[in-house]
């Protein structure tokens, strides 16, 4: 699905600043990188927590510490299991609080977010080791499951795991502009570079080498891309932007699981960028949050409906 091509005027305004600016994600700059992401994300996640009524608590789950956030209305009894972009070096469950708390709100779902170790000080595969420890304690009854860019990686390599040990698979699927080819192939990471406001191609190679340690990164648990897929796989949503750094990974994923007999919807919205859904000044952000709501919550209940 492609969207309309009119941007509105926010969204204008932040493609006017482009090119992004390299993030220094060197070994020793990444601290303070951390930080200054956290002081910047507080008072949006702060503003997605009041506006959405959601609530959060520290819970550890399977030894791992997690953020669950709790609807102000539960609705659903299926809980959302979450991962967080950052390229696998930076990020947490409290930074991508503008889409988990609205997430949260309108599937009236717990969301369970593993605060999983980060490279280069916990290199692969340590944050899917963290948030394999929390999926394999929820795994036991339904639920869905959600990922942002490497959170999306997470998200695919957490289910190739389940997928060999047998456990339950989630029921739906929703990747956000998944990062899942740290080779770093495809067209978008030259035609998109410097067109993407949020993140440059030199941004995903440093991360990837953080990442990988030396380790084949056509590894199906570094580039889930790679993994052996098929029609038990739970029907997934995907959405990307024209001008996303990674739009190309999307659609080749998309390809890939469509050709392996999974349900996908692919949407891409015209003119937007690497998870614009994070970004809660523009209206196409609300728009495609509750369209990811709707997915997960209507084969949910589908779901239900059959096991009763």
């Given at each position: 699905?492609?969207?309309?091509?009119?941007?509105?005027?926010?969204?204008?305004?932040?493609?006017?600043?482009?090119?992004?600016?390299?993030?220094?994600?060197?070994?020793?700059?990444?601290?303070?990188?951390?930080?200054?992401?956290?002081?910047?994300?507080?008072?949006?996640?702060?503003?997605?927590?009041?506006?959405?009524?959601?609530?959060?608590?520290?819970?550890?789950?399977?030894?791992?510490?997690?953020?669950?956030?709790?609807?102000?209305?539960?609705?659903?009894?299926?809980?959302?299991?979450?991962?967080?972009?950052?390229?696998?070096?930076?990020?947490?469950?409290?930074?991508?609080?503008?889409?988990?708390?609205?997430?949260?709100?309108?599937?009236?779902?717990?969301?369970?977010?593993?605060?999983?170790?980060?490279?280069?000080?916990?290199?692969?595969?340590?944050?899917?080791?963290?948030?394999?420890?929390?999926?394999?304690?929820?795994?036991?009854?339904?639920?869905?499951?959600?990922?942002?860019?490497?959170?999306?990686?997470?998200?695919?390599?957490?289910?190739?795991?389940a997928q060999k040990e047998g456990l339950r698979l989630p029921s739906a699927a929703a990747l956000l502009s998944p990062w899942c080819d740290l080779t770093n192939s495809g067209d978008s990471l030259t035609a998109n570079d410097g067109r993407d406001p949020t993140i440059r191609r030199r941004d995903v190679e440093v991360s990837a080498r953080h990442y990988a340690n030396g380790k084949n990164p056509e590894d199906p648990e570094i580039s889930p891309i790679n993994g052996t897929f098929d029609e038990n796989f739970p029907p997934c949503v995907i959405t990307t932007g024209t001008r996303d750094l990674l739009l190309s990974q999307s659609v080749r994923l998309a390809n890939v699981l469509r050709d392996n007999n999974v349900t996908v919807d692919l949407h891409v919205w015209e003119s937007l960028w690497h998870v614009f859904e994070w970004d809660d000044r523009i209206p196409e952000a609300r728009r495609s949050i509750s369209s990811i709501a709707r997915f997960l919550s209507n084969h949910m209940t589908q779901n239900e409906q059959v096991m009763r």
């Open positions: 699905m492609s969207t309309p091509k009119t941007l509105n005027p926010e969204a204008a305004r932040i493609l006017a600043d482009t090119p992004a600016p390299f993030s220094d994600r060197s070994s020793g700059n990444l601290p303070k990188l951390r930080d200054e992401t956290r002081a910047y994300m507080a008072p949006i996640a702060d503003r997605a927590i009041r506006t959405t009524g959601v609530s959060t608590e520290r819970k550890t789950i399977g030894g791992t510490p997690c953020m669950l956030v709790h609807p102000p209305e539960k609705r659903s009894t299926w809980p959302i299991l979450y991962g967080f972009g950052g390229g696998f070096v930076q990020g947490g469950p409290f930074e991508d609080m503008a889409i988990v708390a609205p997430l949260c709100a309108l599937t009236g779902a717990t969301v369970i977010i593993p605060d999983y170790r980060l490279a280069p000080e916990h290199p692969w595969p340590a944050a899917i080791d963290d948030a394999f420890a929390v999926y394999r304690a929820i795994a036991e009854a339904p639920f869905a499951i959600i990922g942002e860019s490497a959170g999306g990686n997470l998200a695919l390599s957490l289910m190739l795991r």
